[in-house]
């Protein structure tokens, strides 16, 4: 009893201390004048005016005149960028790794593709607000745990509820490939017998569910609803059913070069659509993943090379080697659960991309056109364009550049509370050096 109450006293100290509120619909136009507008998928707009309303970029033009309904704000100096979109993250689906009781990316077993992630998504995470502030807005919410953990969701960063949050639902259908390397070393239990074996279990696995599921899908398309399935109504392979028909996409965690192989010619195989995420070794393969036109979600920017023989810089450059070779890729955090609190740095993970050869639009296509695409929502976010949802950030400077201050942002025409856990403590302990005296006049 005492760990219980110790936890939730431990959950309720770290996570209370802000108040953000959602935001209402957009209720007139906004009129944004005079700013430099990045539209992703064209030029860069300088002195260019942005009018939105009811949630939908309206117009980008220069020098549009003021109607007498209109909210006019002057952006002159500053700069427009549409929102950020975290391919992969357990973003709401955690708050604190160490309290069991803000998990929730993980059900019991090893098969639940009937999971959603968005009914499980936690508008009032105290991360969500942090993540936004620096212009991550969307973000493809993914179960993690057993072989097909779930499906993901991809939610907007701001709503009272996870319905009000939801942008699309599904946006695939998770599989954690197995390990196709037999390890060896005196820390490994295991015999290269055994690991095989515990291997082809889980392809067979594998295999066997998406037969089966792909029986189901062929026995409903012949008969009609009522006909009763001859082992019965099955949720789980229901909720298949677009998957091993081709109509969406599963997403494949795969790092190293014989799972990314494997993979491929699984999918192949199955006449499924899939997209690698992680991708470590993508760049050892981009033949092959080109040839079928696979995208990566790559995960690893900010990591240590995985072979002693490796370049140090191996990871940062793999977004340059994907780029060069002419395979669709977006960049992402690592997906980690412990990673999730860090989901901010995401612009960094570009930065550092574009540091190391990616040019530097491509980096920004990389966290938001690129990511768009391949979650299927590019008519709708990803860049500055008419007609596309008002889902952008204000920034005084580069937001690839870590000095860089997120003003404002507005998700569906909605303006956000900009407020945040680090900020409200970044003013809590100004004020205890304030008031200690070690703060000087200027920096009051």
Same mark, same amino acid.
């Given at each position: ?34 700013? !430099? *507008?990045?539209?992703?998928? +064209?030029?860069? &707009? ?8 009811? #949630?939908?970029? %309206? ?106 949050? !939801? *942008?699309?639902?599904?946006? +695939?259908?998770? &599989? ?8 060896? #070393?005196?820390? %490994? ?256």
């Amino acid at each position: 009893m005492k760990r219980i109450v110790s936890a939730a006293l431990l959950f309720t100290t770290l996570v209370s201390g802000s108040d953000q509120i959602p935001a209402p619909p957009q209720s007139h136009p906004i009129l944004l004048k005079g700013g !430099t *507008l990045h539209t992703v998928s +064209g030029d860069v &707009l300088k002195n260019t005016d942005l009018l939105f309303e009811k #949630g939908k970029i %309206i117009r980008i033009e220069r020098n549009i005149r003021r109607e007498p309904d209109m909210e006019v704000i002057s952006v002159r100096g500053k700069h427009i960028y549409p929102g950020f979109i975290a391919a992969t993250t357990s973003l709401g689906l955690v708050e604190i790794n160490a309290v069991r009781a803000t998990r929730d990316y993980a059900e019991v077993g090893d098969i639940n593709p009937n999971v959603r992630a968005n009914v499980s998504y936690n508008p009032d995470s105290e991360l969500i607000p942090v993540a936004r502030s620096n212009g991550v807005l969307l973000a493809n919410v993914t179960p993690l745990s057993g072989i097909i953990p779930g499906q993901a969701s991809l939610m907007m960063l701001d709503g009272w509820t996870w319905e009000d949050a !939801t *942008l699309k639902h599904p946006t +695939g259908l998770l &599989l954690n490939w197995p390990n196709m390397r037999i390890r060896s #070393g005196p820390q %490994i239990k295991k015999s290269a017998a055994e690991q095989r074996k515990e291997r082809q279990k889980k392809l067979q696995v594998i295999d066997d569910l998406f037969a089966k599921a792909r029986a189901y899908a062929k026995y409903h398309g012949v008969n009609p609803k009522p006909v009763r399935y001859p082992e019965g109504h099955d949720l789980r392979l229901e909720s298949m059913i677009p998957y091993v028909n081709g109509e969406k996409p599963i997403f494949v965690q795969a790092n190293e070069v014989q799972q990314i192989e494997a993979t491929v010619h699984w999918a192949d195989r199955r006449k499924v659509t899939i997209i690698i995420v992680g991708g470590r070794d993508a760049w050892r393969v981009t033949d092959l993943l080109k040839k079928y036109n696979i995208p990566v979600i790559y995960q690893s920017v900010l990591a240590l090379p995985t072979r002693r023989f490796e370049d140090y810089d191996q990871a940062y450059k793999t977004p340059r080697l994907l780029y060069e070779a002419g395979v669709p890729f977006c960049i992402s955090g690592t997906g980690s659960s412990f990673a999730t609190a860090n989901l901010r740095n995401l612009p960094y993970h570009a930065a550092m991309a574009a540091s190391f050869g990616l040019p530097k639009e491509e980096a920004l296509r990389s966290i938001t056109l690129y990511p768009a695409e391949i979650l299927g929502v590019s008519d709708r976010v990803g860049s500055l364009e008419p007609g596309k949802d008002a889902t952008f950030f204000i920034a005084d400077g580069d937001p690839l550049d870590i000095r860089t201050q997120v003003e404002q942002c507005y998700i569906q025409g909605k303006k956000i509370d900009m407020s945040d856990r680090h900020k409200m403590l970044y003013r809590k302990y100004r004020q205890k050096y304030k008031q200690s005296g070690r703060l000087k006049p200027s920096q009051h």
